[in-house]
């Protein structure tokens, strides 16, 4: 993997932790030309974001750690309301 692909995984991590926030926020359409979704923060939305990461790490992977952030996103939220 290079740096500019090690750079760019880590800027897709973000992007995905911050399309799956804890509490309301606002949400705009994707960046990507293609695409109907909605993002915060005028970046892609969660699926285009996932497409691009796995570009670099693979598909399973990709998917993989979109649905761990989606199940600590739940937990979380679980744990709030059980307090």
């Known amino acids: 993997m290079t ?6 995984m880590h800027h897709l991590r973000h992007r995905m ?8 926020s606002t949400f705009s359409a994707c960046a990507a030309t ?5 993002a915060r923060g005028g970046g892609l939305c969660g699926d285009c974001t996932e497409k691009r990461l ?13 649905e761990a952030i989606r199940t600590v996103r ?5 744990m709030e309301e059980s307090a």
């Open 3 to 8: 740096t500019e692909q090690i750079s760019e």
């Open 17 to 24: 932790w911050r399309s799956n926030p804890n509490w309301p």
């Open 34 to 38: 293609d695409c109907d979704g909605s």
């Open 54 to 66: 796995a570009e670099i790490v693979g598909k399973a992977i990709a998917y993989n750690y979109r």
């Open 74 to 78: 739940r937990l979380e939220k679980e």
